[in-house]
C-alpha cells in the first residue's frame, strides 16, 4: 500500500503505475491544518477522473473528533473511494461513529449501502488494548493497521532499528486480525535510503504474520514484494500439497497425503495462501520461466 | 651505385628523378639543434589567436569548426568568435559538432553579421530560443554525428580551419582531453568528435591550457594534422567540462523505466554472452546500466564491448570485467575520462569509426542493443529529441539515428508524459530518428513493440512483459493530458534536420 | 456568489497550479493565465477555470492563475478551492454528475 500525499498533484497523477496493490491518499498527517479543505477536493477530483487501474483506493480521512472527518468522508464516499482509514482508532465506537457517517453518505449520493469499506489505523496503546473488538466492530473492515509513530510517542518511548517497543502492538494486531479473519498491515519503514534495514523489518513482520506493509515512496514497493513473494520452491511446494489434497478430495478420501507423509488441514490452507500470494505479487511460475 | 651516365639513363628509363640536396623546398631542413632546444624554438606554438587565424589564411565567408567536448563549460567558440569579430572577420560559417547553454553570445555574432551559417549536432538555451523565433537568415542545418562525419569526409562541410580546444597538447601538435603527464587543468576525456576535422580541416588550430612534453602519448589528434598551437588562459571551467560521475537517477519514473528496459533487453532475444550495447547519459537510460549489471551477475553473461557515450557506470562494468572493452567516442563524466586515461581496454575513437554511415566498420554496426531517451515519440515510432512540446529547439541529434539504423535492437526510453504533455502522441514536432529504425519504446506506463518486429514481441510476451500497442499508450496519455492545441508555427524555415545521409528528414519552422 | 475576501489555492509546484481570486469588482469572470505549457494548453486551462468558476456558482470573478502544466482534475479541485476560501463557504457539491 503506497502512501500518497492528499495535498500534492504532482503525485497523484499516476500513482497507480508503481505497482503497489493499493493506494492510500492522506487528507490527515501529510496535510496540514490550513489545506485540508483543498486536499479533499484534490483528492475528490483526483478519484473522479484519474483511471488508478487495478490499484485499491484507499483515503486516509481526518479523526471525527476534527471539524474535518465529517466532511472528508462525506466527500470520499461520494469520489467512490473504495476503502475509508480512519486514523489514531481507539474503541470501537469510534468505528461504529465512522460506519455511521459512512452510511449517511452513501444514502445521500445513492450508492448501494456497505459498498464502501473500511480500514482502521491502530496507533495508541488503547487502540492496541481494544484490537480485537475493533477488528469485530464491523463487517465493512477490511483490515487492521498499526501506526508506529504515534504509538511510540504514546508509550513514552521511540522507534529503534530492531523494534522491540513494537513487538508487543504487532503481536497483538495480528492475532486480532487473524481472530476476526480480516488483513493486517504493518506500519510504514520511513528510511527510503535504507533499503537492507526495509527488507530485514519487512521479513520480520512477515514472519509475525502481517499481511503486507505501508510505504512512503515507490522505492520501496520492489523490495516488499519480493520479502511477501514466494520462491519457486515454496510455490512448487505449495502446487503440489494442493494437488494432493484435491486428489484426496476426489477420492473421497479425508486424508492427505505427499511423499508419503500425512498432511494436515493447516499446511493445505497455508499452500492456498503462498499460491494466493503468488498470484497476487505476479510472480513467474516455474514453468513458464525460460 | 655511383652517379655515372648509366645512373641518369636508368633513371629517365623509370622516369624518375634523382634526389639533390636543397632543391625540394617541400622538404625541411636537416635541424642539428637538441630535441630541448627545439621544443623551445622550433615548434608550432604560437604567439596568438590572432597570429594563428592570419597565418591560417582565413577569409571571410569560409567555414570553421569546433568540437563539443567542454560540453557547458566550454571556452574555446566564445573566445575564439570573439576574436574573430574583433578581427573583422564577416559572413563566417560554422560547423561545430555541437552547442550548449554557454554559446548564447553568438546571437549578437549572428545580429553583427560575423556568422551567416551554423550546422550542429544540436542547440540549446538562449541561442536555441533566438534561432527558434527567426534570428538568422539561413536555416540552421542539423546533422546526428554519423552524418556530420559522412559530410566532412565527403566534402559536403569543407573545413577551412578547425579551432579544437585540448586538455593537452606537446609543442609539435599531439594533442588530448587528458594527459598522463601530471595533472591537466582541464579534463574532458576522448576527443572523438574533434578527431574528425583535424584530419579533414584544410588548418588546425589547437589551443590548450597546458602545453606538455614531446611526445604526448597517448594523443586523441596526431601531430601530423595539426598546424598552429595556441596557448590560452583557459580551454574551458574544469567544474563544468565533467561532473565526478554521472549521477544515478532517484526519480522513481526513471528507475521503473530502467527496470523495465532491462528486463527487455534480457529477454529480447540479444542478451547473450558476447552481446554489445550502448546506453545513453540520460537518467533512464544510465539506470539501465545498473540493473543490466544485476541481471549480466545472475546470468553470468559478459558484453563484448561498450560504445558511444562512456559513463563511470559502464566503466564500473569494465572494471568488474562485465564487459570487455570500451569503445569512447565521448566521456560522460570524470570516472570515464580517468579510466579512459588508465585503462588500455578503454579505447578512444572518432565519430568516423564511431557512426560514418557510409563506413561498413562503423562500431554502431557492430551494436546488438542501444538504449536512447527522447523528448516525444509517435505512433509511427518516430523520435523527436531536438524540439520541445513547445516546438523550440532544445536538445541534439547527437548519435541517435545513427545508433538506432545500427544497432539490431533499438530500445527508446521515456516518460508516458512529463507534467501535462504527453511524450508519445499522433505525431512528433520533429523526426529525429525515422520510425523504422526504433524497434521498442519502453515507457512508465508500458511497452510497445514496432510491428516490424514481432518476433521480439512474441519473446517479451512470452517473458511475462505486459507489451501494448503504441496507439494505446497515445492514446492513454491523451486521455489524461487532453489533447495539445497546435503550435503557433510561423512561415519561416529556422531549422532543417538531416538524416545520416544528408537527406532532409524534417523542417523547423519558426515559433511566434 | 460573490467574491467577499481575495483568497488563492494552489502552489507553483510541477503539476499544480496557483489560483488567485482578486476582489475587485468586476462585471464578469475575467482570468490572468500563465502557464509553462500555454502554447499547448492554454486555451483549454482557461476554458476549465471558467467552466469551474461557473460550476461552483460564482457570477463574477478575477482569477490571476500561474500554471506549472497541472491536469485538468488539480486545475478543478485547485479553483473550487479559491472560491471556498473567497467566497467564505463550504458548500462544494460532493454528489454533482454522480
Redesign the interface.
Request: overall charge neutral.
Given at each position: 500500500m503506497l502512501f500518497v500525499p492528499g495535498n500534492n498533484p504532482g503525485m497523484m497523477s499516476d500513482a497507480h503505475i508503481y505497482g503497489s496493490d493499493a493506494l492510500m491518499f492522506d487528507l490527515e498527517d501529510s496535510v496540514t491544518l490550513r489545506e485540508k479543505d483543498a486536499a479533499r477536493l484534490l483528492v475528490y477530483h483526483a478519484l473522479r477522473t484519474i483511471h488508478y487501474g487495478e490499484c485499491e483506493r484507499v483515503v486516509r480521512v481526518n479523526p471525527l473528533n476534527t471539524p474535518y472527518g465529517k466532511a472528508d468522508i462525506e466527500a470520499m464516499v461520494a469520489a467512490g473511494a473504495e476503502v475509508i482509514r480512519l486514523p489514531k482508532t481507539e474503541t470501537a465506537q469510534d468505528i461504529f461513529d465512522t460506519e455511521a457517517e459512512i452510511e449517511r453518505a452513501e444514502q445521500k449520493f445513492g450508492i448501494p449501502i456497505g459498498q464502501t469499506r473500511m480500514m482502521a489505523a491502530i496507533e495508541g496503546a488503547l487502540g492496541v488494548v481494544n484490537a480485537y473488538a475493533i477488528a469485530t466492530a464491523s463487517p465493512r473492515l477490511v483490515a487492521i493497521a498499526l501506526g508506529a509513530e504515534d504509538y511510540c510517542a504514546n508509550l513514552k518511548t521511540s522507534r529503534s532499528l530492531e523494534g522491540s517497543e513494537l513487538f508487543f502492538a504487532r503481536g497483538a494486531i495480528v492475532v486480532a486480525a487473524r481472530a476476526a479473519g480480516i488483513d493486517c498491515i504493518d506500519t510504514v519503514y520511513s528510511d527510503v535510503n535504507n533499503e537492507e534495514q526495509l527488507v530485514k523489518e519487512t521479513q520480520a513482520i512477515k514472519q509475525l504474520g502481517f499481511d503486507g506493509k505501508s510505504v512512503i515512496n515507490p522505492r520501496q514497493i520492489k523490495p516488499v514484494h519480493r520479502v511477501f513473494t514466494p520462491t519457486h520452491e515454496e510455490i512448487g511446494k505449495a502446487q503440489r500439497i494442493l494437488a494432493a489434497s484435491q486428489e484426496a478430495a476426489a477420492r473421497g478420501s479425508g486424508v492427505v497425503a505427499l511423499d508419503g507423509k500425512m498432511i494436515d488441514r493447516p499446511v493445505v490452507l497455508r499452500a492456498q495462501r503462498t499460491l494466493e500470494l503468488a498470484y497476487a505479487s505476479r510472480a513467474v511460475f516455474e514453468e513458464e520461466e525460460l | 651505385m655511383t652517379r655515372d651516365q648509366d645512373f641518369y639513363a636508368a633513371l629517365t628509363h623509370l622516369s624518375k628523378t634523382a634526389y639533390v640536396p636543397g632543391e625540394n623546398k617541400r622538404l625541411y631542413d636537416k635541424d642539428i639543434s637538441p630535441l630541448k632546444n627545439r621544443m623551445a624554438r622550433e615548434n608550432k606554438i604560437v604567439e596568438s589567436l590572432e597570429k594563428a587565424v592570419e597565418l591560417s589564411g582565413l577569409r571571410n565567408g569560409m567555414t570553421i569548426s569546433f568540437h563539443h567536448h567542454f560540453r557547458d563549460g566550454d571556452h574555446i567558440v566564445n573566445m575564439v568568435m570573439d576574436t574573430l569579430a574583433r578581427m573583422g572577420f564577416r559572413d563566417l560559417r560554422l560547423a561545430p559538432s555541437s552547442l550548449s547553454d554557454v554559446h548564447a553570445p553568438l546571437i549578437q555574432h549572428i545580429k553583427n553579421g560575423v556568422i551567416s551559417h551554423i550546422e550542429t549536432s544540436g542547440c540549446r538555451g538562449a541561442l536555441a530560443k533566438a534561432v527558434s523565433q527567426g534570428l538568422m537568415d539561413e536555416p540552421m542545418v542539423f546533422r546526428s554525428h554519423g552524418g556530420r562525419a559522412a559530410a566532412i569526409e565527403e566534402d559536403e562541410i569543407h573545413i577551412d580551419v578547425a579551432f579544437l580546444g585540448a586538455s593537452s597538447c606537446d609543442p609539435f601538435g599531439n594533442a588530448n582531453g587528458y594527459s598522463r603527464e601530471g595533472e591537466e587543468k582541464s579534463m574532458c576525456g576522448s576527443l572523438g568528435y574533434a578527431r574528425v576535422d583535424a584530419q579533414y580541416a584544410d588548418n588546425v588550430i589547437v589551443l590548450t591550457d597546458n602545453i606538455v612534453g614531446y611526445p604526448n602519448v597517448p594523443f586523441g589528434i596526431s601531430q601530423r594534422l595539426v598546424d598552429y598551437i595556441v596557448c590560452v588562459d583557459d580551454v574551458g571551467d574544469a567544474s563544468k567540462i565533467m561532473t565526478g560521475a554521472t549521477r544515478f537517477s532517484t526519480n522513481p519514473h526513471d528507475l521503473m523505466i530502467a527496470e523495465t528496459t532491462s528486463n527487455v533487453i534480457v529477454h529480447s532475444g540479444y542478451f547473450y554472452d558476447g552481446f554489445s550495447l550502448q546506453t545513453g547519459s540520460g537518467g533512464a537510460s544510465l539506470a539501465v546500466t545498473r540493473f543490466l549489471r544485476e541481471a549480466m551477475l545472475e546470468k553470468n553473461i559478459h558484453a563484448s564491448f561498450a560504445l558511444g557515450g562512456i559513463t563511470g557506470a559502464m566503466v564500473k562494468l569494465l572494471e568488474e570485467g562485465l564487459v570487455r572493452r570500451l569503445l569512447d567516442v565521448q566521456s560522460f563524466d570524470l570516472d570515464a575520462a580517468q579510466s579512459l586515461k588508465n585503462n588500455r581496454f578503454h579505447q578512444q575513437i572518432d565519430a568516423n569509426y564511431y557512426a560514418n554511415p557510409y563506413r561498413r566498420g562503423a562500431a554502431v554496426n557492430q551494436l546488438d542493443v542501444v538504449v536512447l531517451s527522447a523528448l516525444e515519440v509517435d505512433t509511427s515510432f518516430n523520435v523527436n529529441v531536438l524540439t520541445g512540446s513547445d516546438g523550440v529547439i532544445r536538445g541534439a541529434v547527437g548519435g541517435h539515428p545513427d545508433t538506432a539504423a545500427g544497432a539490431a535492437l533499438s530500445v527508446v526510453v521515456c516518460p508516458l508524459m512529463r507534467g501535462r504533455m504527453p511524450s508519445v502522441r499522433e505525431r512528433v514536432n520533429t523526426i529525429v530518428t525515422p520510425g523504422d529504425t526504433v524497434d521498442v519504446l519502453v515507457t512508465d506506463q508500458g511497452i510497445a513493440v514496432n510491428p516490424k518486429r514481432p518476433e521480439v514481441k512474441e519473446r517479451l510476451e512470452k517473458a511475462h512483459l505486459k507489451v501494448t500497442s503504441i496507439e494505446e499508450l497515445a492514446y492513454r496519455a491523451e486521455r489524461i493530458t487532453g489533447k495539445p492545441d497546435l503550435l503557433p508555427f510561423g512561415d519561416k524555415i529556422v531549422g532543417v534536420c538531416t538524416y545520416r545521409d544528408g537527406s532532409v528528414l524534417d523542417l523547423i519552422r519558426n515559433i511566434t | 456568489m460573490k467574491v467577499t475576501t481575495p483568497a488563492s489555492?494552489?502552489t507553483m509546484?510541477?503539476?499544480?497550479i496557483l489560483i488567485e481570486i482578486e476582489s475587485i469588482d468586476q462585471r464578469a469572470v475575467e482570468v490572468v493565465l500563465k502557464s509553462?505549457?500555454a502554447?499547448?494548453?492554454?486555451?483549454?486551462i482557461i476554458a476549465t477555470i471558467r467552466s469551474a468558476v461557473e460550476e461552483f456558482g460564482l457570477e463574477y470573478a478575477v482569477i490571476n492563475a500561474v500554471d506549472?502544466?497541472?491536469?485538468?482534475?488539480?486545475i478543478?479541485?485547485?479553483v473550487?478551492?479559491a472560491c471556498?476560501?473567497a467566497t467564505g463557504t463550504?458548500g462544494?457539491d460532493?454528489?454533482k454528475r454522480?
Open positions: - | - | 489555492a494552489g509546484e510541477s503539476g499544480d509553462s505549457v502554447n499547448e494548453f492554454g486555451k483549454q506549472k502544466g497541472a491536469l485538468d482534475c488539480t478543478r479541485a485547485r473550487a478551492a471556498q476560501r463550504d462544494f460532493w454528489g454522480a
